[in-house]
């Protein structure tokens, strides 16, 4: 039997189904070798030498391969279609050279898991590409360099960062740059008119005033409210009728398929799902043989996909929703050899409704590419747009009203894309009106008028970053309407617009714009709130540092020309040693101009570039960089010893003033009380103290016997004003307990935590309306809320097995579970889930540990974990193990696994961030 390797177990079987028994089908659970993480392992004295390690994990299943290989001649390198893909197949053969003599071994790729692709792949074997492995071993290294050498820069000259690389630092200057554009952009007052017009016929439509005067009016000519009295004024003492009434006939085309970056914005704006996730869904569809490979810059489609979307198109909605010729969308890959087929079913005719898939994240994603490719097939949608102009007699006055009517709706029967803003030419439709017809003000402005005038006016403008209070003017019989507006700064970006915009700029390509979105987010330089991206502190530290000392390196254009020499490599067209060699020189000078920096002068020069947001301009005119607290010391940037950046003043330890970098300019009042005595308790002061993290109380003083004396913070609802020792005691006595759960006699007790007041019972926590009643909450109401929460199945609620399935052959119940992503099977520590096809309740105890035991070997942590109960039988048989000596080899060879767990550990924690691809070819 042949051998064929693919990266996961879920793709392993679902080949091994199409190909029979003719094939042994094995995975090699994605890389089976990787770069040690440490210095030496790309050689840039020697020609750039790689030095490869074998994983741990990774030594069974290239064993597995070896054995299988032993009773066959023939190996099928079947990975993922694409760059990251042919570097597994590399690795393996270069893993497995020595095995491999006298053998034949073949590349194989296909776009689909289906039958009819994977038979017609073995029809067409080849040899690994060399052009892309040199562009996988080129980017590697390149990511090696930047990781391992500007990660400890970072680390030794800015206390706190964590990593930087190749691509990352540069995505998140993009979210830096915009935060600081927000900050410095200031709003332009403006203010429009509009007025609620009537025809013959009762109906009523809006109108915009576009003149004035005679004269055409520009979106700033209204810039205060005493020009829209005057506007307002003009258009009400003046008769009005249509002047004109143009309609033009219009259409729109529908979208291309999707490409991975269009996949990962789409999701983002409807579902609100980051990339990663979108990735995951998809990754998992494509294993099932859903979906055609999910990491590509390609929107072209196979012809026979073409003809089939035409057919389901036909049979669903009708002949009238085919167009007459097929659709043909160009191929915006830079590089057609690294260019597949766009993201689409591998079946026109398995509609959503139709998916055999359980997982609600799934379903999204394969409602959302179906309705893409369907919709990418049919007719245009058709609209007739109207413009209606409305004058005055003396030509003083006009006012537009425009619209559209959809004719026929075509594509947007199936889908309709999401949009970054909330313009939509397309959604007001105009009733129907004559040239020359008088037209009549209709009143109708009377509640917008009373919100806008009322006193609780404090709004959030639709894009963040500035706040405005509204106003507006009305007409005597409240039909027209004069708003003030303000100009907006630019929207902060999400997701969907980040990799939009890394996309537009060349940084990154499809495979690793899901990673490197998370890696910011998982090093603490940009948090997503509200499915918007904000850069923290250090983000914002990082990001300077890099501008004033590797500034090359974290520009755009560097960064995109890059890509396109990696491209070039991949297409065979350059040498990649040459590509590593020519950046290696200007970067290992970069690092050297670096060495002798001290880290006060980073501080000072981060503190000079951040001047503007740290130190803004005080209202009474003082120097905004003059201490509140002592008046005379100056602020500065500092770092602590825990790592991170905070603003001191420079007169310490006389004046103790800090408050964190991102922390609004110094609050005097919350200054003036720190060191506070609010009373005694046990002998000791109590007090107020204001910290870098904000106010807090503390019992006691710090000594050398007492080093973290009792403390707690302040909640933000509470003024410190009316601070006494009675709440300051109640704050340093939480938790505090309500009483013994009535079911099981457990303590139940309510504190404050890091996501507000909650009440806990065991590992179940349910969260508390207010601060004030975690001080109050009763046991009646603090069990219906728990009970509440376990039932919705929050942390820590015990779910309820499907089934039981009895004694694992090792010890140990075996049980079926509910999940939220499907059912699965538990036994100890290790969970496997269950496949599609198989009922929960039909699951046997063999299948059970069959699916278990494939979990295992792939999570090596588990597997360990899940031993230990046999461990424990076995240390309790050791008397009569004394009679059998041999038996003794099993606690060696346990013994023998532990230090190589100890090894494995710094791949996880000491290697500096790079920018791999998002787990291509692997198994999430």
């Given at each position: 039997?042949?051998?064929?390797?693919?990266?996961?177990p879920?793709k392993?079987k679902?080949?091994?189904?199409?190909?029979?028994?003719?094939y042994t089908?094995?995975?090699?659970?994605?890389h089976v070798?990787?770069?040690?993480?440490k210095?030496?392992?790309?050689?840039?004295?020697?020609?750039?030498?790689?030095?490869?390690e074998?994983?741990?994990d990774?030594?069974?299943?290239i064993?597995?391969?070896?054995?299988?290989?032993?009773?066959?001649d023939?190996l099928?390198l079947?990975?993922d279609?694409?760059?990251?893909?042919?570097a597994?197949?590399w690795?393996?053969?270069?893993?497995?050279?020595?095995k491999?003599?006298?053998?034949?071994?073949?590349?194989?790729t296909?776009?689909?898991?289906?039958?009819n692709?994977?038979?017609e792949?073995m029809?067409?074997?080849?040899q690994?590409d060399?052009?892309l492995v040199?562009?996988?071993?080129?980017?590697?290294?390149?990511?090696y360099?930047?990781?391992f050498?500007?990660?400890?820069?970072?680390w030794?000259?800015?206390?706190?960062?964590?990593?930087?690389?190749?691509?990352?630092s540069?995505?998140?200057?993009?979210?830096v740059?915009?935060?600081?554009?927000?900050?410095?952009?200031?709003?332009r007052?403006y203010?429009?008119v509009v007025?609620?017009?009537?025809t013959?016929r009762?109906?009523?439509f809006?109108?915009?005033?576009?003149?004035?005067?005679?004269?055409k009016?520009?979106?700033?000519d209204l810039?205060?409210?005493?020009d829209?009295?005057?506007?307002?004024?003009?258009v009400?003492?003046?008769?009005?009728m249509?002047?004109?009434v143009?309609?033009?006939?219009?259409?729109?085309?529908?979208?291309?398929?999707?490409?991975?970056?269009?996949?990962q914005?789409?999701a983002s704006?409807?579902f609100?799902?980051?990339?990663?996730?979108?990735?995951?869904?998809?990754?998992?569809l494509?294993?099932?043989g859903?979906?055609?490979?999910?990491?590509?810059?390609?929107?072209?489609?196979?012809?026979?996909?073409?003809?089939?979307?035409?057919d389901?198109?036909k049979a669903?909605f009708?002949?009238?929703?085919?167009p007459?010729?097929?659709?043909?969308y160009?191929?915006?890959?830079?590089n057609?050899?690294?260019a597949h087929?766009?993201?689409?079913?591998?079946?026109?005719f398995?509609s959503?409704?139709?998916?055999?898939?359980s997982?609600?994240?799934?379903?999204?994603?394969y409602?959302?590419i179906?309705?893409?490719?369907?919709?990418?097939?049919m007719?245009?949608?058709?609209f007739e747009?109207t413009?209606?102009l409305?004058?005055?007699k003396d030509?003083?006055?006009?006012?537009?009203?425009?619209?559209?009517?959809?004719?026929?709706?075509g594509f947007?029967k199936?889908?309709?894309q999401?949009?970054?803003?909330d313009?939509d030419?397309?959604?007001?439709r105009l009733?129907?009106?004559?040239?020359?017809e008088?037209?009549?003000?209709?009143?109708?402005?009377?509640?917008?008028f009373?919100?806008?005038?009322?006193?609780d006016?404090?709004?959030?403008?639709d894009?963040?970053?500035?706040?405005?209070?509204?106003?507006?003017?009305?007409?005597?019989n409240?039909?027209?309407?004069?708003?003030?507006h303000?100009t907006?700064?630019?929207?902060r970006?999400?997701?969907?617009t980040?990799?939009k915009?890394?996309?537009?700029?060349?940084?990154?390509?499809?495979?690793?714009?899901?990673?490197?979105?998370?890696?910011?987010?998982?090093r603490?330089?940009?948090?997503?709130?509200?499915?918007?991206?904000?850069?923290?502190?250090?983000g914002?530290?990082?990001?300077v540092?890099?501008?004033?000392?590797?500034?090359?390196?974290?520009?755009?254009?560097?960064t995109?020309?890059l890509?396109n020499q990696?491209?070039?490599?991949?297409?065979?067209?350059?040498?990649?040693?040459?590509?590593?060699s020519?950046f290696?020189?200007?970067?290992s000078a970069?690092?050297e101009?670096?060495?002798?920096l001290?880290?006060?002068?980073?501080?000072?020069k981060?503190?000079?570039?951040?001047?503007?947001?740290?130190?803004?301009?005080?209202?009474d005119?003082?120097?905004p960089r003059?201490?509140?607290?002592?008046?005379?010391?100056?602020?500065?940037?500092?770092?602590?010893?825990?790592?991170?950046?905070?603003?001191?003043?420079?007169?310490y330890?006389?004046?103790?003033?800090t408050?964190?970098?991102?922390?609004?300019?110094?609050d005097?009042?919350?200054q003036a009380?720190?060191g506070?005595?609010?009373?005694?308790?046990?002998g000791?002061?109590?007090?107020?103290?204001?910290?870098?993290?904000?106010?807090?109380?503390?019992?006691?003083e710090?000594t050398?016997?007492?080093?973290?004396?009792?403390?707690a913070?302040?909640?933000?609802?509470w003024?410190?004003e009316?601070?006494?020792?009675?709440?300051?005691?109640?704050l340093?006595n939480?938790p505090r307990?309500?009483?013994p759960?009535?079911?099981?006699?457990?303590?139940?007790?309510?504190?404050?935590?890091?996501f507000?007041?909650?009440v806990?019972?065991?590992?179940?926590?349910?969260n508390?309306?207010?601060?004030?009643?975690v001080?109050?909450?009763?046991?009646?109401?603090?069990?219906e809320?728990?009970?509440q929460?376990?039932?919705?199945?929050?942390?820590g609620?015990?779910?309820?097995p499907l089934k039981?399935?009895?004694?694992h052959?090792?010890?140990?119940?075996?049980?079926?579970?509910?999940?939220?992503?499907?059912?699965?099977?538990?036994?100890?520590?290790?969970?496997?889930?269950?496949?599609?096809?198989v009922e929960?309740?039909?699951?046997?105890?063999?299948?059970?540990v069959?699916?278990?035991?494939?979990?295992?070997?792939k999570?090596?942590?588990?597997?360990?974990?899940?031993?230990?109960?046999?461990?424990k039988?076995?240390?309790?048989?050791?008397?009569?193990?004394k009679?059998?000596p041999?038996?003794?080899?099993?606690?060696?060879?346990?013994?023998?696994?532990?230090?190589?767990a100890?090894?494995?550990?710094?791949?996880k924690?000491a290697?500096?961030?790079?920018?791999?691809?998002?787990?291509?070819?692997?198994?999430?």
């Open positions: 039997m042949a051998v064929v390797v693919v990266e996961s879920a392993a679902t080949i091994n189904k199409y190909l029979g028994s003719d089908v094995l995975a090699s659970f994605g070798r990787d770069l040690p993480p210095d030496g392992s790309v050689d840039p004295e020697h020609d750039f030498d790689m030095k490869w074998i994983a741990s990774s030594k069974k299943h064993k597995a391969i070896t054995d299988a290989l032993k009773d066959d023939t099928i079947a990975t279609p694409d760059r990251e893909g042919e597994i197949s690795h393996l053969e270069q893993a497995l050279e020595k491999l003599k006298g053998k034949n071994v073949s590349r194989v296909f776009n689909a898991i289906t039958k692709a994977i038979l792949a029809k067409s074997p080849r690994v060399t052009a040199e562009a996988y071993l080129a980017r590697r290294a390149l990511d360099l930047v990781g050498n500007l990660s400890p820069v970072l030794r000259k800015l206390p706190g960062a964590k990593s930087a690389g190749r691509v990352q540069v995505c998140l200057r993009l979210i740059e915009r935060e600081m554009e927000i900050e410095a952009f200031n709003p007052e203010w429009s007025a609620q017009m009537e013959p009762g109906q009523t809006e109108a915009r005033l576009t003149m004035l005067g005679g004269k009016l520009d979106k700033y810039a205060n409210q005493t829209a009295e005057m506007a307002v004024q003009a009400s003492s003046r008769a009005l249509v002047n004109s143009e309609a033009k006939p219009a259409s729109r085309n529908p979208y291309a398929p999707f490409m991975t970056s269009t996949l914005q789409e704006r409807k609100g799902m980051g990339a990663k996730a979108t990735m995951s869904a998809a990754q998992r494509y294993e099932a859903y979906i055609t490979y999910m990491r590509t810059d390609g929107i072209d489609m196979a012809p026979e996909a073409v003809m089939q979307a035409r389901a198109i669903k009708g002949e009238s929703y085919v007459k010729s097929p659709r043909m160009k191929n915006k890959a830079k057609a050899q690294e087929e766009c993201i689409r079913p591998t079946d026109m398995v959503p409704d139709k998916l055999k898939v997982a609600d994240d799934q379903r999204k994603i409602d959302l179906w309705k893409r490719t369907i919709a990418s097939q007719e245009a949608a058709r747009r413009t209606v409305i004058g005055s030509e003083q006055v006009e006012l537009r009203a425009t619209g559209s009517v959809v004719t026929f709706d947007l199936v889908y309709d999401g949009r970054d803003d313009d030419e397309d959604s007001n009733p129907q009106v004559m040239q020359g008088a037209l009549k003000l209709a009143p109708a402005y009377e509640e917008a009373s919100k806008a005038q009322g006193e006016t404090l709004v959030e403008d894009k963040p970053g500035i706040r405005r209070c509204p106003a507006a003017v009305m007409s005597e409240a039909a027209i309407l004069g708003a003030q303000h907006q700064p630019p929207a970006y999400t997701e969907a980040l990799v915009r890394m996309e537009e700029l060349g940084i990154g390509r499809p495979s690793t714009y899901a990673s490197i979105v998370t890696t910011i987010q998982d603490g330089y940009v948090r997503k709130d509200k499915n918007r991206l904000f850069p923290e502190d250090k914002r530290l990082v990001t540092f890099l501008e004033n000392y590797f500034r090359r390196y974290v520009e755009y254009d560097f995109a020309g890509e990696l491209d070039d490599v991949s297409a065979g067209e350059r040498d990649y040693k040459e590509v590593l020519r290696w020189r200007d970067f970069a690092l101009e670096t060495s002798e001290r880290i006060t002068e980073v501080l000072d981060i503190d000079e570039v951040l001047a503007p947001h740290i130190y803004p301009p005080r209202e005119g003082s120097n003059i201490c509140h607290v002592c008046g005379s010391g100056q602020l500065h940037l500092k770092t602590a010893r825990s790592g991170g950046a905070f603003i001191g003043c420079g007169n330890p006389e004046c103790r003033y408050r964190p970098l991102s922390a609004p300019d110094g005097d009042a919350a009380l720190d506070k005595l609010l009373g005694y308790d046990e000791m002061q109590v007090t107020l103290r204001v910290g870098r993290f904000g106010p807090y109380v503390q019992k006691g710090v050398e016997d007492v080093p973290k004396p009792p403390r913070s302040i909640p933000k609802t003024s410190l009316d601070l006494d020792i009675e709440k300051a005691m109640l340093l939480l307990e309500i009483g759960h009535p079911e099981d006699g457990e303590m139940i007790e309510s504190a404050i935590g890091r507000g007041p909650y806990k019972h065991l590992k179940t926590y349910a508390l309306p207010s601060v004030e009643d001080f109050t909450v009763g046991m009646n109401h603090a069990v809320l728990l009970a929460k376990a039932a919705r199945g929050g942390r609620a015990a779910a309820k039981e399935l009895g004694e052959p090792d010890g140990g119940a075996v049980s079926v579970m509910p999940g939220r992503y499907g059912p699965y099977v538990k036994w100890e520590k290790v969970n496997a889930t269950i496949p599609k096809e929960p309740e039909q699951v046997t105890m063999e299948q059970a069959e699916w278990l035991a494939e979990k295992a070997a999570s090596p942590k588990k597997k360990a974990a899940a031993k230990k109960p046999a461990a039988k076995t240390a309790a048989k050791k008397p009569a193990a009679k059998a041999a038996k003794k080899a099993a606690t060696p060879k346990t013994a023998a696994k532990k230090p190589a100890k090894k494995a550990a710094p791949k924690t290697a500096p961030e790079t920018d791999p691809d998002d787990g291509a070819g692997t198994e999430d």
